[in-house]
Each structure stands twice: as C-alpha cells, then as structure tokens.
C-alpha cells in the first residue's frame, strides 16, 4: 500500500492511498455478484446477463459504488494503521482516481486525536476527606432496619392520622367527569408520605374505617399529565382500614433476626465497619476527581469537538438503554419530567467533556510513565468482564481479539496512571471556610 500524509492542520490530517488494479478487480466482482440480480439486459433472465455484457450496457462505473466500498473495509484500516493515525471522526472520502486498470486512489480527511502537554501530574495536593461514621449515621441506619422489619398493627378504636397506613378506595372526577388513572379500590396510603397531591393525604386525617366522603384538591401547574395540569378535582374516598407501623425493639433479639450477629452491639460494629468502607472508598473517588481535575487544568490540549459529541452521544445511548430496560421509554421519561430529549441529552455535555479530557491526559502519563500492562493483568480483566455477562472466563480469553484485548490494555493503563498520580499526591488538610 503506498499510504502518505499530504497535510496536517490542527488535528485534521489529509493523506492519500491508493489501491491497485487487483485488489480493485476483487471489489468488482463482489459488486457484480451484489448487483446483477437487479440489472436487466435483453436476451438474458434477470440475474444472468454476464459482468462484461453489463458493463458493455451502463458501463464500469455500474459498479464502482460497492467496489470502492468493498476495498474501502480492508484497506482504509491498513492505511490508518500504516500511517500511526488515531482516527477519531468518520472519515471524508474522495475518490481522486479510478479505473480497472490502475486500481483506485482515494484522498482522505480525518480528524486525530490531539497533543496533550502534561504540566505537574505527580505531587499534587488534596484535601482529606472526612471518613468518620457519626453515631446518627449509624442511628439512621438502624432505624432503617427497623422500618424494613416493622409490622402494622391494625387500629379499629380511633380515626385517622398522619403517620398511619390507610386502606382507601377513591374515584376521581373533574366537573363530574371520571378521568384515566384516577380510580383504585384496596389503595395502601401512609399518611404524610406525600405520596398523592395536594392535600389529598389531610383531608384523609380525622375520618373513621367505613366513612365515606369527598376530597378536594387541585392538580399541580407542572403535573406531567397535560390534561390534568391546574386542574380542580374532587375524589370519592371511601376509608376501609387503618393501620399503624409497629417497630421493633432494638435490643439483641433484634440483632439475631435481622443478622448473623449474636448481640446490638456486635451489629452496631459491624454497620460502622460498612459504612466505614463506604466512605473510604467515596473519599477516595473525591480525591481521585479532584487530582484529574487538576491534571487537565495543568495540561494543554486542544481536543477536537467530535470527540465531546461522540462521548456525549454514548452516554446518551447508555441512559436510554438503562431506562429501556426498566420498560420506560425516553419518550415517556421526557414527558414525565416535562423535558425533551434535546434537552436531556444537554445534561450529558460537561459530563462527556470532562470524561474525555481526562481520558487524554492519563493516556498521556501512562506514555510519558512508560506505564506497561501482562498478559496476566489483561486476562484477569477480561475474566471480570466475563464474570459480570455470565461466561466462562477462560472462554472468554479464548475468543478476545487482538483488537478487544488492545483496548483493555488501554484501559489498564489509564487506570494505571491514576493510581500513579493519587499515589504521589500529598494529603493536606481542608481549609477553614
């Protein structure tokens, strides 16, 4: 392949290559066996008329769309590879020569990845981040327990309150008219949860088990329904149970039901020890974000928009299957929270920005660093990797292309880099506000 740069201006980069009459013939032939069930020639049943009587009719050129595409998918790749390139945008191609005797040269624009300049990465100062477990974190956390192993007590002897859980049917109407989703028989309510609008949950406080009576209220402004926004509404409630959360002891029966601990305290220890855990590994995540933050900003580069796009548009693409596969459509997301999908996707552009800056500068230390990875440290990957989709690890090892296991490489190395850079920072205290 006789692949040569014509131009480099910022990070676009022209270059030429050409593709000769042999390789060119194979991508003829394949677009001849494509096309020639479409093309008609007197004489001949559809699909049978010979390549030369074909291109004798409507000429070469017939073909040339599917050849250069043809030839495009195995030798661009080795262009790019030929000239150390590293391509991040879609190639614009133009056809500057063809014919079936000399084969085809193309000249091409591409957008490359940047020159990054690392300023200081090693030595930088960070804030300690506070990993102490406070006793109402852990008073929380056992009250949550709690609430998670209450049972409800029904009450027969009083009338509603807040706090309770009510058993209610309700139909619901706006100027005497039933509307959709406004109805329910059985319903569970806990007063004060502020589960249902206005002062729906209030109106609820004061009545007995078999009463049965109106509840006004009017729908929010920005309620995602477009027809019941602002809306009066008035809801015939009929109140068929009250209940009440009953929680139980904490004392060490209650350590022994919920855990594998014999006492309180012994549980206590050890929800200190995981929400410890937590917030060291949280600390750690602030400080790591912190020192990248200060890399990118002690370092120069001029990073191609396409490439904040592209990120920005994978991270869109993750959001909506995320959701997607929680059965919610972007649509019904976006009409839910009063928003579009424009706009939705706007949320993702300082994200992918700072994910891409960052990914530049640790590609960059992990160069400058001499920064290497074993097959030993890649397999242990890709078996993780394996391990999260449910095969078998070595499998999985089997099956990687080079390709595949060169992209894990890199990221190993990124991850590499910043365990260098928060290994030599220095921790320094926070500063009074």
């Known amino acids: 392949m006789n692949a040569k740069v014509v131009s480099k201006e910022n990070n676009v980069v022209k270059f030429t290559f050409s593709v000769g009459a042999e390789k060119f013939e194979e991508g003829m032939k394949y677009a001849y066996e494509k096309n020639k069930k479409h093309i008609s020639i007197p004489g001949f049943r559809k699909g049978k008329a010979p390549r030369k009587m074909i291109e004798a009719t409507y000429g070469a050129a017939v073909f040339y769309d599917d050849a250069i595409n043809f030839v495009l998918e195995t030798e661009y790749p080795e262009a790019i590879k030929e000239l150390e390139l590293d391509v991040v945008s879609r190639p614009e191609i133009d056809v500057q020569s063809i014919s079936k005797e000399e084969g085809v040269t193309f000249e091409i624009d591409v957008t490359v990845k940047p020159e990054v300049t690392l300023g200081q990465y090693k030595g930088l100062e960070v804030e300690k981040v506070d990993t102490s477990v406070a006793e109402e974190t852990v008073a929380s956390e056992l009250k949550r327990v709690q609430e998670q192993n209450a049972r409800l007590v029904d009450i027969t002897d009083r009338a509603a309150m807040m706090g309770d859980t009510v058993n209610i049917s309700y139909k619901g109407t706006i100027d005497g008219v039933a509307f959709e989703g406004g109805e329910s028989d059985g319903f569970d309510l806990v007063l004060g949860s502020h589960s249902f609008i206005d002062t729906f949950e209030d109106q609820i406080v004061g009545h007995n088990i078999g009463d049965k009576f109106d509840v006004n209220v009017t729908f929010p402004e920005e309620y995602h329904a477009e027809d019941l926004k602002g809306k009066a509404a008035v809801f015939a409630v009929e109140l068929k149970g009250i209940s009440l959360k009953e929680l139980p002891e904490l004392n060490d029966e209650f350590a022994q039901d919920v855990s594998e601990f014999e006492t309180l305290d012994e549980y206590k ?20 974000d912190k020192l990248l933050e200060q890399v990118v900003n002690n370092a ?124 030599s920072a220095v921790e320094v205290e926070k500063k009074a506000e």
């Open 269 to 288: 220890a050890s929800i200190v020890a995981r929400l410890t855990e937590a917030a060291e590994a949280n600390a750690k995540q602030i400080k790591g």
């Open 300 to 423: 120069q580069m001029d990073v191609p928009e396409c490439m904040y796009e592209s990120k920005q548009d994978q991270l869109m693409r993750e959001f909506e299957g995320n959701i997607q596969r929680q059965g919610i459509s972007v649509d019904v997301y976006c009409q839910y929270l009063g928003t579009t999908a424009e706009a939705l996707k706007d949320q993702f552009k300082e994200p992918a920005k700072n994910s891409v800056d960052a990914r530049l500068v640790l590609e960059k230390v992990a160069e400058v660093e001499g920064l290497t990875t074993t097959t030993e440290e890649e397999n242990e990957q890709i078996s993780k990797i394996a391990e999260s989709y449910g095969i078998e690890a070595e499998k999985m090892i089997e099956v990687c292309s080079d390709e595949d296991r060169k992209a894990i490489a890199k990221d190993l190395l990124v991850q590499k880099a910043l365990k260098l850079i928060e290994d």
